[in-house]
C-alpha cells in the first residue's frame, strides 16, 4: 500500500556528509511515523533514526547522535536523514520504513518489526 523508494547513497570520506532522501508513494504519508535503519554486512539490520507523524518528535541511535538528523516533509511525501561526520562504522545499506501503527516513544519507533513498509535500500560506504 505504501512504496518507498531510497536515494542519495554513494561513497563519502571519513568526516564528510550525505544526505539520504526516501520518496513514499501514496495520499497518506502523514499517517505514516518513519524510520531509517542500515544493515552493514553480516550484521542485523539497527536502527538509526525515526520521526513522528508531525515531524515534531525525533528518535535517534546512540551511535548517530549529534550526528544524523531525521525530517520530513509531508508535503513532498519525503523522509530525510541529513549524515554528518560519517564514520567508517556507517558504511551499511540503509533502509527507509514506514510505520502506521507506531506509538509515541522510543522502544516502539526503534523496533524494525514495527514497521509496516521498507524500502530497497541505498548503499552508504564510508572510507577511511
Known amino acids: 500500500q505504501v512504496q518507498l523508494v531510497e536515494s542519495g547513497g554513494g561513497l563519502v570520506q571519513a568526516g564528510g556528509s550525505l544526505r539520504l532522501s526516501c520518496a513514499a508513494s501514496?495520499?497518506?504519508?502523514?499517517?505514516?511515523?518513519m524510520g531509517w535503519f542500515r544493515q552493514a554486512p553480516g550484521k542485523e539490520r539497527e536502527f538509526v533514526a525515526a520521526?513522528?507523524?508531525?515531524?515534531?518528535?525525533?528518535y535517534y541511535a546512540d551511535s548517530v547522535k549529534g550526528r544524523f538528523t531525521i525530517s520530513r516533509d509531508n508535503a513532498k511525501n519525503t523522509v530525510y536523514l541529513q549524515m554528518n561526520s560519517l564514520k567508517p562504522e556507517d558504511t551499511a545499506v540503509y533502509y527507509c520504513?514506514?510505520?502506521?501503527?507506531?506509538?509515541?516513544?522510543?522502544?516502539?519507533?526503534?523496533?524494525?518489526?514495527?514497521?509496516?513498509?521498507w524500502g530497497q535500500g541505498t548503499q552508504v560506504t564510508v572510507s577511511s
Open positions: 520504513a514506514a510505520g502506521r501503527n507506531i506509538l509515541g516513544y522510543s522502544d516502539d519507533a526503534s523496533s524494525r518489526t514495527r514497521y509496516d513498509y
Open positions: 501514496g495520499r497518506t504519508f502523514s499517517n505514516y511515523f
Open positions: 520521526i513522528s507523524r508531525s515531524g515534531s518528535s525525533t
